[in-house]
């Protein structure tokens, strides 16, 4: 069904990106994650790019006015108008103060947001053998998913996969410091709007899919 405004929350490697497209396909929404914006500007080398590299491969978070200015922006675009699923934003509570303003000013209003909860003792092993399709951005996991064929991608057929810079053990730690210290706690603030919903992610990515319907909908 069209419409839907979700927020998907969980850690580095909790598989936001993996359950967002599945989302975006079956409700016809699009996914907005701004770890996949900022690894394109980095990419085609940008002024935001070339500040938020450093940043990102030491496994901190970005600066709130610069991810508030690219969700502004994105998110007034013609494809969010049927709905959309935020994926790795908010991450601070200044971020959700600002996504709270933005939207009241647009007259629009969320339906959900998700915790997808995953233990850290999972994560490295998620973080450390995840890979990704260069040309389609299908994500993969060296043990937990991969191609069909080896070396082919499922969707698109391409053979060429990338590995993120900060996927690394070293840089994993930082990362989960940076969830616990500053994203978790806004969880009380949307508990506090009544929006949030706990969805056991430390199962079967097609059983976490099916948990995230029903919590959903048609
Ligand atoms: P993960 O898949 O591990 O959750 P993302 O792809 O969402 O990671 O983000 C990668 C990196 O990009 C983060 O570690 C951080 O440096 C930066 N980043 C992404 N989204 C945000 C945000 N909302 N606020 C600050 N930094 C962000
Ligand atoms: P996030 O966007 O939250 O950082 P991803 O969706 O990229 O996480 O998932 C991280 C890695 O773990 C990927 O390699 C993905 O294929 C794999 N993965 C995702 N969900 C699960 C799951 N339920 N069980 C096992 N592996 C998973
Ligand atoms: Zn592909």
Do not use: W
């Not at 989960?176 to 919903?197: E, N, V």
């Amino acid at each position: 069904m069209a419409g839907k405004r979700l927020i998907l929350m969980g850690p580095p490697g909790g598989g936001k990106g993996t359950q967002a497209k599945r989302l975006q396909d079956r409700y016809g929404i699009v996914q907005l994650s701004t770890g996949d914006m900022l690894r394109a500007a980095v990419k085609a080398g940008t002024p935001l790019g070339k500040q938020a590299k450093a940043v990102m491969d030491a496994g901190k978070l970005v600066s709130d006015d610069i991810m508030v200015g690219l969700i502004a922006e994105r998110i007034t675009q013609a494809d969010c108008a049927q709905g959309f699923i935020l994926d790795g934003f908010p991450r601070t509570v200044p971020q959700a103060e600002a996504l709270d303003k933005l939207l009241k000013d647009k007259g629009i209003s969320l339906d959900a947001v998700i915790e997808v909860e995953v233990p850290d003792a999972r994560l490295i092993e998620r973080i450390t053998g995840r890979f990704t399709c260069s040309k389609c951005g299908e994500g993969y996991h060296d043990k937990f998913k991969q191609p069909r064929k080896a070396g082919v991608c499922d969707v698109c057929g391409s053979t060429e996969f990338t590995r993120r810079a900060d996927d690394n053990a070293e840089t994993v730690g930082a990362r989960l410091k940076a969830y616990h210290d500053q994203t978790a706690p806004l969880m009380p603030h949307y508990r506090a709007q009544g929006l949030l919903k706990v969805i056991d992610g430390d199962r079967d990515m097609d059983v976490v899919t099916k948990d995230l319907e029903s919590v959903l909908g048609t």
